[in-house]
Every structure is written in structure tokens, then in C-alpha cells.
């Protein structure tokens, strides 16, 4: 059924709006979700503006699907309830003198999303609805092949190292896992798979390479020294071991640096985002303050004039330092992009370093064949 179809089935089938109900976490993932002050309600005026459409489209869906959305927690306020609900959400300024207020909360939010025909925001919850399976399987596979579990930067170079040592011997890449097991908290299997799927990437060493794959086609073998060309015996081992210390070295350096840089970046992100909302906070109170003297005086032009005289300095203070931190988000992407340059950089380097340095050891490798040298 093509996703057509099933938007279709979200708008004429309750049953099928059912089966996603409890998926209102979509609604954030899809757009910035403004609540009411207690983090749980929606007004009407505050869900059509989330949907982009009109209120009246708004209130014409909750008389058709009435005892829907009441089953979903939508319930009408008044009284003297209303007059509590008024203590807590002072910033909730437009209802703060109605004599009723229509409470959304998520749910019934979410169930709009699924009822609105023409809304693009609508559309796009639909979507999300339909995609979210899908993205959720595919999530847990990919952690699943990475193993469920924590692991430190010790726990890997370990981990490095006994597989290393482990070929560097003859051994086999689940002779290095099992050894690994043995001296951190992970079992043979998770040692293996974390190998192969986080740590083998960063082994760019043709020769380290060639020994992993020749493991490979020995299916687990283990060839002994004694049972290698003589040749191979003691140059290639020591050659092999001073390679491995070298590229686990620089590769688990790099490592630690960019991730020192990501979270100084992350760091720096979060602050911005407390200030964001910080400023957020302030511009309601603000807007609370003018619309409640508004009311409260007779001459409200006058006090309208006042008020935006008072607080004017204030709101071009709070866009300028809005703009100061949307600048911040825009470096704090190009600084992380920066930074994966450099790491590709950094990596290419390597590997051309490596490759030169193998162009120029070739040839003074020998073996003795009949009492005469014999250069590779």
C-alpha cells in the first residue's frame, strides 16, 4: 500500500489512528511543540497555530470526532477549576479572562495531526507516523550489530591489542577476542563484533590488512611460527609488531582528539540553547506584563504607548542576542565540519606517509637461498 493510501486511512479509519496514538513524541521530532506552562496542555488558538491552520478549522474537528478526543484527555475548564488552572499559568495570557478554556494535551494534539486533511505540518506528522517503525527497527539493528553495552577507550585499546598480538602469533581474530574477554568486562562474541564493526576501520596498514585476511582464509587455522617460511619468522614479526604499535597508536590519538572536540563543541551548543530559552522565557513575560496593564487601564492607547516606550530598549536587546546566537549555531557547524576535514586530512596524510614508506623499504628486504642473498 503506497504511503498515499495509508495518510488516507490515518483521516477516515479511527481504528488505524489508534495503533499510533501513543507515538506523540513525533510531534516535537516534526516541529517546535509549545505548551502551556505545566509541560502537558494545549489551548485551541495554541494547536492551530502548530498545524498552521485556522481555529475554526480547529473547533469543526473537535465536534465531529467529540468523543474521540475527550477518550484522549481534551476536556473543557471552567469555573471555579478555571480560576485554578489561572493560578498556574499566568504566561497563558490569551485565556487568562475567559470565562472557559479548551485543555489539548498531547494525545489529542497528535489526533488533529491525524484528522487534518490540508495542514503540511499534518502531512508531515502522518509521514513520521508511517516512517517511525521502520526508522525504530532499523536503529536497533544498528545497535545491535555494535553491541549493546558501554565501552571506555581503555576497554578498546585492549581489545587492539590482544587481536594484534594474537595475529602477530599466528592466532586467530577470535583467539585475540577471547584473550580480550578474559581482561575486561565484555564476552568473546562482543570483543569480536566490536572489531569488526568500530575499531578494524581505523587499520589503514596494507600489511596489518593482508594478515587479517589471510586470517580470514585460514577459517580460524592457526598457523604456528614454526610452520612459517624461516623468512617470515623473526623480520616480519618484529617489522609487523612495530607497525601495529605505530598505527594503533596514531589512529587511537586521533580518536581522542576529535571526540575532546565534539564534546568542547557539544558543550558549547547547550549553553546556547539555555540561552535560547532563557530569552524565550523573558520575551513571554514580557508580552504577559503588556497585554495584562493593557486590560487593566481605561486608556489603553496611552498605556500601549508606554508600555512598548518602556520595553522597546528590551525586545532589541532580546533580537540581538538572538541573532548572536543563531551566528554561534552557524560556527558551531562550521567548526565541526571543519574538524572532519581536518581528521580526513589527517588520515589521507597517513596513509600517503605509509604508502611512501613502503615504496622505499622495497628491495632491502632479503632472504638467504643457497648461501646467496636473495632481495625481495
Not at 495570557?93 to 499534518?122: H, K, Q, W, Y
Not at 578498546?156 to 602477530?168: F, P, S, T
Not at 565484555?186 to 600489511?207: M, P, Q, V, W
Not at 614454526?226 to 598505527?247: G, M, T, Y
Request: hydrophobic share 35%; charged share 30%; with cysteine.
Amino acid at each position: 500500500m503506497n504511503t498515499l493510501a495509508l495518510q488516507e486511512r490515518f483521516i477516515g479509519e479511527k481504528d488505524f489512528r489508534n495503533q499510533y496514538i501513543e507515538k506523540t513524541e513525533v510531534l516535537s521530532k516534526v516541529k517546535t511543540l509549545t505548551l502551556l506552562p505545566n509541560n502537558e496542555h494545549m489551548t485551541i488558538k495554541m494547536v492551530a497555530d502548530f498545524y498552521e491552520v485556522d481555529e475554526v478549522t480547529i473547533r469543526q474537528i473537535r465536534v465531529r470526532h467529540k468523543d474521540e478526543l475527550e477518550y484522549d484527555g481534551l476536556k473543557t475548564v471552567k469555573g471555579e477549576e478555571l480560576k485554578q488552572l489561572k493560578k498556574g499559568l499566568l504566561h497563558d495570557v490569551t485565556n487568562l479572562f475567559a470565562s472557559s478554556v479548551v485543555l489539548v494535551p498531547r494525545r489529542a494534539v497528535l489526533r488533529f495531526g491525524m484528522l487534518l486533511r490540508d495542514s503540511e505540518i499534518a502531512k508531515q506528522v502522518r509521514t513520521y507516523l508511517l516512517n517511525a517503525e521502520e526508522i525504530t527497527t532499523r536503529e536497533q539493528r544498528s545497535i545491535a550489530s555494535k553491541f549493546t553495552g558501554t565501552w571506555e577507550h581503555e576497554e578498546e585499546i585492549i581489545l587492539m591489542n590482544c587481536i594484534l598480538a594474537a595475529l602477530n602469533n599466528g592466532g586467530t581474530i577470535g583467539e585475540g577476542a577471547k584473550y580480550a574477554s578474559q581482561k575486561i568486562n565484555h564476552s568473546k562474541g562482543a570483543c569480536a563484533n566490536r572489531f569488526h564493526t568500530n575499531l578494524k576501520k581505523y587499520i589503514s596498514d596494507e600489511k596489518i590488512l593482508a594478515v587479517i585476511e589471510n586470517n580470514k582464509r585460514t577459517k580460524g587455522k592457526v598457523i604456528s611460527l614454526a610452520e612459517r617460511p624461516k623468512s617470515e619468522r623473526s623480520e616480519n614479526s618484529v617489522e609487523l609488531s612495530k607497525q601495529i604499535d605505530k598505527v594503533l597508536n596514531n589512529q587511537l590519538q586521533q580518536i581522542d582528539d576529535m571526540k575532546r572536540k565534539i564534546d568542547l563543541l557539544n558543550d558549547e551548543k547547550k549553553q546556547l540553547i539555555e540561552q535560547v530559552n532563557e530569552l524565550t522565557l523573558k520575551n513571554k513575560e514580557i508580552e504577559y506584563d503588556v497585554n495584562l496593564k493593557n486590560f487593566m487601564l481605561v486608556d489603553k492607547d496611552q498605556q500601549i504607548a508606554l508600555i512598548q516606550e518602556s520595553h522597546v530598549k528590551e525586545i532589541n536587546s532580546i533580537k540581538a542576542e538572538s541573532e548572536r546566537i543563531i551566528t554561534h549555531l552557524k560556527t558551531y557547524k562550521r567548526k565541526y565540519r571543519a574538524l572532519e576535514e581536518v581528521f580526513n586530512s589527517q588520515m589521507r596524510i597517513e596513509r600517503n606517509k605509509k604508502t611512501e614508506e613502503q615504496k622505499q623499504k622495497k628491495g632491502t628486504s632479503f632472504t638467504i637461498q643457497n648461501g646467496v642473498p636473495v632481495f625481495e
